[in-house]
């Protein structure tokens, strides 16, 4: 048996939350019919999001027991670039990118000298823990890495092959065959628009 989430949506609470819990109801599904979990595969396409719910996703996909795979389908930026370094083997499309940056915080309202500086002492922890997560899996250095994601660090697939972000390039389907495979689809809710009233003037 074979797990299969196509992460396509933001990287936020919800989406994280719809990710692990799929993945432990399956997990715990194939234990109690004494199957073997094969594999886990994400398949990634996504702007990012949140960076704790990331860090989340990270930590939670490290510590399973079982052999992880995440592919860049198309692109892999800010927050789902730590649900992608989670994988053993992390394989990307010829034509897939990454966009890695630090921390950032948008702010309305009024705020006192402290809170401002509670709040860029988050970012720097959050950007620290992002390049620590990054430098772990590129065997990259730090101080290196810190410069170019602060600076934001666009990657193609072959250099970031190059770097060790990822372990292989794919020019063909991954899965030869869906068969036995458990899938998720994890996309981005659907704004509905509301119909438009008419008025007619007389």
């Given at each position: 048996m074979k797990i299969l989430v196509n992460f396509f949506g933001d990287v936020s609470e919800i989406s994280v939350n719809q990710m692990i819990t799929f993945i432990t109801q399956k997990i715990f599904a194939a234990e109690n019919q004494k199957q073997k979990v094969e594999e886990l595969i994400i398949q990634i396409a996504s702007n990012g999001g949140s960076s704790?719910?990331?860090?989340?996703?990270?930590?939670?996909?490290?510590?399973?027991?079982?052999?992880?795979?995440?592919?860049?389908?198309?692109?892999?930026?800010?927050?789902?670039?730590?649900?992608?370094?989670?994988?053993?083997?992390?394989?990307?499309?010829?034509?897939?990118?990454?966009?890695?940056?630090?921390?950032?915080?948008?702010?309305?309202?009024?705020?006192?000298?402290?809170?401002?500086?509670?709040?860029?002492?988050?970012?720097?922890?959050?950007?620290?823990?992002?390049?620590?997560?990054?430098?772990?899996?590129?065997?990259?250095?730090?101080?290196?890495?810190?410069?170019?994601?602060?600076?934001?660090?666009?990657?193609?697939?072959?250099?970031s092959k190059k770097i060790g972000l990822v372990t292989d390039l794919l020019d063909k389907p991954y899965l030869e065959s869906t068969s036995g495979v458990n899938a998720l689809i994890i996309n981005n809710p659907q704004q509905i628009q509301q119909p438009k009233q008419q008025t007619t003037q007389t």
């Open positions: 704790d719910h990331g860090l989340l996703a990270y930590n939670f996909l490290r510590q399973m027991n079982v052999k992880k795979t995440t592919i860049n389908i198309g692109n892999v930026d800010s927050a789902a670039a730590l649900i992608f370094c989670a994988g053993d083997v992390r394989l990307a499309m010829q034509t897939s990118r990454f966009t890695l940056h630090g921390a950032m915080t948008t702010i309305q309202g009024q705020f006192s000298g402290a809170k401002l500086q509670e709040i860029a002492d988050l970012n720097k922890r959050i950007t620290d823990d992002y390049v620590k997560v990054i430098s772990d899996t590129t065997k990259q250095k730090k101080t290196t890495l810190k410069k170019k994601i602060e600076s934001g660090y666009v990657i193609d697939a072959t250099d």
